[in-house]
Every structure is written in structure tokens, then in C-alpha cells.
């Protein structure tokens, strides 16, 4: 086993080598690999998906025997997961030991009032977002929105620190680092180091009121004729009167 892992790492890391930019860790550049692959952001892969993850790194001189006997001995909790940054950290050398406690300490736990201090530092930090959005005007959120999605390289709807702070940057969201850490703080649910951006869009948004979803569930209502759920684009034309529209009133349209 010895003898397979130590040409298993090495060829990983000369193949990881390779394809990493000239300004990323190495160790970077092999999680982002995994993440490819890990649909749910969850910060683990599974025996099929360490053996696609290496494949597509370009290590093909295994076959699927000596590749389940590699996953077996890096899934160190036998849970049939594999956690892909740990993972990382212990083929690049890093790994630190776990913390130590004693039996009758442990470690803090932040306070309600300390809770609740960073949540209101963060609805701030939101509220400075969307009033510079608001500034942009109706193409404000859009940008947005497309700025991120543009980010997604593997298009997993996640994004690291570094690219998340850019596309901040990119639709001139003017805030500080800290400030910008802290929002992405709040959304990496996972500890993963990732973020679902789609969590983020949700947070500037909002929760509509109870009047606003009492209209829209009237509005909806009023168009499904047939009570099913759906409105059909057939629902739609018989509720729309299309003879006011100013192109209908111009002539250029019927």
C-alpha cells in the first residue's frame, strides 16, 4: 500500500502542478478539482467521484481495484466520504493536528448577545449592498446576478472567497475587506470555504411582506382558472386584454 500511495501522490502532484496557475497554491488548485464534482457542497466525495475527480486531473494508470484501496485509506472515518480538503492538506503535507481538550474544558461558544451583534453587523453590510444596487438602478441586481453566474467556472453555483470579492469589485459594490469576509462568512454553511451565491442574491431580496404575498397569491389565484397550481400561457391570454397595449393602439401590432 506504501509503494502505491507514494506513486499515487507523486503523480498527482505533478499532474496538479501542470494545470495550476502560476499564483495558485497547488493544494488550491486540487480542491477546486473535487468541487467539480461535489454537487451538493458538501465538502466530501464519494468513491465514485474521487475516482472521476482524479481521472479528470489526468491519472489514468489506475484501475478501479487500486483506486478503491486509495479512498479506503484516505477516508480516514470509514464513512464511505471522503472530506477532498483534508484530503488535500494531507497529500501537500499541512495537515495540523486536531485541537486537544481536557475533559473538563471546552472550547467557547459565542454568547447570544455576541450572535446577535453579528448578525446586525451583517444586515448593515447588506443594507450598504442594496442601496449602492438601488444607485445602479433597475440593472443594479441584474449585473449582479450575471456577474456571479459569469464567475462559476464549473458552474456549481459556488464561489470561493477570492471570487466572490471580485465580482463585489466588478458591479462596484464599494465595502472593505472585513466587510466583504463577513458577508461570505454568514453564507459558508458548509465550512467548505465555498458559497452558494444563489443564498446570497436570496439575502438581498428579502422576505416579501404579508401584503405583498396576500397580492400575489390573489393575482395567482385569479389566473388559474382550474385550480391545479400552474398557470399555463393559455390562463394567461384569457385574462390578458391586449387591446390598450400602445403598440396594439399604434397599429403596430394586432
Known amino acids: 500500500m506504501a509503494d502505491l500511495r507514494y506513486q499515487f501522490e507523486n503523480e498527482l502532484k505533478l499532474k496538479i502542478s501542470q494545470k495550476s496557475k502560476s499564483n495558485q497554491p497547488d493544494e488550491t488548485a486540487l480542491v477546486?478539482?473535487?468541487?467539480?464534482?461535489?454537487?451538493?457542497?458538501?465538502?466530501?466525495?464519494?468513491?465514485?467521484?474521487?475516482?472521476?475527480?482524479?481521472?479528470?486531473?489526468?491519472?489514468?494508470s489506475l484501475d478501479h481495484e487500486a483506486t478503491?484501496?486509495?479512498?479506503?485509506?484516505?477516508?480516514?472515518?470509514?464513512?464511505?466520504?471522503?472530506?477532498?480538503?483534508?484530503?488535500?492538506?494531507?497529500?501537500?503535507?499541512?495537515?495540523?493536528?486536531?485541537p486537544q481538550y481536557s475533559q473538563r474544558s471546552s472550547p467557547?461558544?459565542?454568547?447570544?448577545?455576541?450572535?446577535?451583534?453579528?448578525?446586525?453587523?451583517?444586515?448593515?453590510?447588506?443594507?450598504?449592498?442594496?442601496?449602492?444596487?438601488?444607485?445602479q438602478g433597475i440593472g443594479g441586481m441584474i449585473g449582479l446576478a450575471k456577474a456571479l453566474r459569469f464567475a462559476d467556472k464549473y458552474q456549481d453555483k459556488k464561489l470561493e472567497l477570492e471570487e466572490f470579492s471580485n465580482v463585489l469589485g466588478d458591479c462596484r459594490i464599494d465595502l472593505t475587506h472585513r466587510q466583504v469576509e463577513r458577508i461570505f462568512a454568514s453564507l459558508n454553511k458548509s465550512g467548505t470555504e465555498l458559497i452558494n451565491y444563489e443564498d446570497f442574491l436570496a439575502s438581498l431580496k428579502g422576505r416579501l411582506?404579508?401584503?405583498?404575498?396576500?397580492?400575489?397569491?390573489?393575482?395567482f389565484q385569479r389566473l388559474d382558472n382550474d385550480r391545479d397550481g400552474h398557470v399555463d400561457i393559455e390562463e394567461i391570454k384569457n385574462h390578458y386584454d391586449v387591446t390598450r397595449h400602445p403598440d396594439v393602439t399604434r397599429g403596430n401590432r394586432s
Not at 79 to 86: A, I, P, Q, S, V
Not at 209 to 219: C, D, E, L
Open 108 to 135: 467557547e461558544r459565542p454568547t447570544t448577545s455576541q450572535l446577535r451583534n453579528a448578525e446586525n453587523q451583517i444586515d448593515e453590510i447588506l443594507v450598504i449592498i442594496k442601496r449602492q444596487l438601488r444607485a
Open 209 to 219: 411582506s404579508t401584503n405583498k404575498k396576500s397580492v400575489i397569491t390573489q393575482a
Open 68 to 98: 478503491l484501496r486509495l479512498f479506503d485509506y484516505y477516508d480516514i472515518n470509514r464513512n464511505g466520504e471522503l472530506d477532498y480538503r483534508e484530503f488535500a492538506t494531507a497529500v501537500y503535507g499541512n495537515q495540523a493536528p486536531p
Open 32 to 60: 477546486k478539482y473535487f468541487r467539480y464534482f461535489d454537487l451538493n457542497n458538501s465538502g466530501t466525495v464519494s468513491a465514485e467521484e474521487f475516482q472521476k475527480t482524479i481521472t479528470k486531473i489526468g491519472i489514468t
